[in-house]
């Protein structure tokens, strides 16, 4: 039960009485009813997290307060953050602020690479919407989908589509088009399936914030948003895919890219494909075209298998991209 110490003496606050377990939320709930109790007060918040500024500067306007509202970092010589005057001069974007900050990252969503608050709210002012997300009644796939639309915008892909793994696939196609390199793959979206269990924690997150001002969080199990339940240790831990979703298709597990650049290119074994009975691709550096001797670009069949020399052209470059005992 939150006591109340004023002037020396001590009082119960059954109107501040909560059942949320955050303690970003119990901070915002008290600070903004102590607010809206005097609105000539000036109350200070002594915190320096983010998700908890996020919740401030929401709730002060959508409230529509007028106290001074300021928020100090207990650590010495960092500024002191104006909420009041944040939320005048932002009023625009404050009222999404809750739903740009949660799926770009927060206490308990995953960042993205690249994709930060900035790339957010420019997003959101050509007109993106994340409307559905945190609200307990909506259903998940529309809020999944609303959710994949924006974060595609905010990697440059405006095309609709409701599949994250396309937009990542596109953005693979611009990039090594752009570029002999390869990408790196930090800088590619996540997976659909990855995605969705983000937009979940996401949701989750939210729904709870929204909530912040009543004495209950919402009914929305965390088990069913992007957690898993560690009996043993007492906590939640975030769920990367569903226990039935691969990490990878079976054949991406097993490719390997070879680094052969003799003139008769990847005819022995010690070419990491050749060796491993596998074709050359595109994205190995002999190009897995007609130049390249690999029987297996040709033939499947067990004959020509058979006649694979055991030994390598002079030249042949061994460089594989994975770590194995037979490149030894």
Not at 52 to 80: D, H, N, W
Not at 134 to 149: F, S
Not at 188 to 212: C, D, G, I, K, M
Request: hydrophobic share 35%; net charge negative; with cysteine.
């Amino acid at each position: 039960m939150p006591t109340q110490v004023s002037k020396g003496r001590k009082s119960p606050r059954l109107d501040l009485a909560s059942t949320h377990e955050e303690a970003d939320i119990l901070i915002t709930q008290q600070a903004i009813h102590l607010a809206k109790e005097d609105p000539e007060s000036h109350v200070r918040v002594v915190c320096d997290d983010t998700d908890v500024f996020a919740l401030l500067a929401y709730y002060f306007l959508s409230e529509k307060l007028q106290s001074s509202l300021t928020m100090q970092s207990p650590i010495m010589g960092r500024s002191c953050i104006d909420v009041k005057e944040t939320a005048r001069k932002h009023s625009a974007i404050v009222p999404e602020l809750l739903v740009l900050h949660a799926l770009t990252g927060c206490d308990s969503v995953a960042a993205t690479y690249g994709i930060g608050k900035t790339k957010a709210i420019a997003v959101a002012r050509k007109g993106y919407t994340l409307d559905q997300l945190g609200k307990p009644l909506a259903n998940i796939v529309e809020v999944t989908e609303q959710a994949t639309a924006f974060m595609g915008a905010c990697y440059g892909i405006t095309t609709p589509t409701s599949s994250m793994t396309k937009i990542r696939q596109k953005l693979w196609a611009q990039k090594t088009g752009k570029s002999t390199a390869a990408p790196k793959l930090c800088s590619l979206p996540p997976t659909t399936e990855a995605f969705e269990q983000n937009v979940r924690r996401a949701h989750h997150q939210v729904a709870h914030w929204y909530s912040a001002l009543s004495g209950d969080p919402p009914t929305l199990a965390a088990v069913e948003h992007g957690w898993e339940a560690d009996d043993t240790n007492k906590r939640l831990i975030p769920r990367n895919m569903e226990d039935a979703v691969s990490y990878a298709p079976e054949h991406i597990l097993k490719l390997v890219r070879c680094g052969c650049t003799s003139e008769r290119a990847c005819r022995g074994g010690k070419c990491g494909c050749t060796g491993r009975q596998l074709p050359c691709t595109m994205f190995c550096t002999c190009g897995g075209g007609t130049t390249c001797s690999n029987p297996f670009n040709i033939t499947e069949s067990a004959t020509d298998h058979a006649d694979i020399p055991d030994d390598s052209d002079e030249g042949n470059d061994r460089a594989m991209d994975v770590d194995d005992e037979d490149d030894e």
